[in-house]
Nanobody
Framework: QVQLVESGGGLVQAGGSLRLSCTASGSIFSLNTMGWYRQAPGRQRELVALITGGVTTTYADSVKGRFTVSRDNAKNTVYLQMNSLKPEDTAVYYC?????WGQGTQVTVSS
């Protein structure tokens, strides 16, 4: 059993940056693909970024060039560096590593 705990969310002005962290209670070495999803009010949960094997990354078109996903297996942690934030990035961000989900962390971007 693995528990995923996110941190790093908060309130930031448009154009600012945040770094989200997702720390696992156990080893993430066996979780080949991990990543981040987000859900805004009234909308479905959507993919933000994935990282596979620590090398291959996938991004939603809306965040390409602004967000970077990375992982540190030694620290059992996955990161999401978010730059040039926009109000439309406001959502609850969830860490994912099948079949596990984190509890979510709120990101609010003010205009």
């Amino acid at each position: 059993q693995v528990q995923l705990v996110e941190s790093g969310g908060g309130l930031v002005q448009a154009g600012g940056s945040l770094r989200l962290s997702c720390t696992a209670s156990g080893s993430i070495f066996s979780l080949n693909t991990m990543g981040w999803y987000r859900q805004a009010p009234g909308r479905q949960r959507e993919l933000v970024a994935l990282i596979t094997g620590g090398v291959t990354t996938t991004y939603a078109d809306s965040v390409k060039g602004r967000f970077t996903v990375s992982r540190d297996n030694a620290k059992n942690t996955v990161y999401l560096q978010m730059n040039s934030l926009k109000p439309e990035d406001t959502a609850v961000y969830y860490c994912w590593g099948a079949p596990y989900w984190g509890q979510g962390t709120q990101v609010t971007v003010s205009s």
